[in-house]
Nanobody
Framework: DVQLQAYGGGLVQPGGSLRLTCAASGSILSVNVMSMGWYRQAPGKGPEWVSSSNSGRGTTYSADSVKGRFTISRDTAKNTLYLQMDSLKAEDTAVYYC?????????????????WGQGTLVTVSS
């Protein structure tokens, strides 16, 4: 079983940056070969896929709403997933979660989150 913990959120002004970290524990070997992703949930809204790192293809994918501003990366040696968020906007305000991603690629990435971790709140406000 995999346990995931996201942290690094906080209050930031529009145009600012934050880096989120997701630490994995438990079945570490399975985490390193799994696709992993970031999701977010804004107040009063449903979950929204943000970005994924596909271990098999060694590629990354992002939602159009964050493309060019957010960068996902992973450090398998540290069992850690990151999300670098730049040029933040008020609409990026949400609780951000990391999760295993059981999605697939067929012309584009079709995410399908599996195990979620505890989220971290990002608030973008002046």
């Amino acid at each position: 079983d995999v346990q995931l913990q996201a942290y690094g959120g906080g209050l930031v002004q529009p145009g600012g940056s934050l880096r989120l970290t997701c630490a994995a524990s438990g079945s570490i070997l399975s985490v390193n070969v799994m696709s992993m992703g970031w999701y977010r949930q804004a107040p009063g809204k449903g979950p929204e896929w943000v970005s994924s790192s596909n271990s098999g293809r060694g590629t990354t994918y992002s939602a159009d709403s964050v493309k060019g501003r957010f960068t996902i990366s992973r450090d398998t040696a540290k069992n850690t997933l990151y999300l670098q968020m730049d040029s933040l906007k008020a609409e990026d305000t949400a609780v951000y979660y990391c999760a295993t991603d059981q999605g697939y690629y067929s012309g584009k990435w079709y995410p399908c989150y599996g195990s979620w971790g505890q989220g971290t709140l990002v608030t973008v406000s002046s």
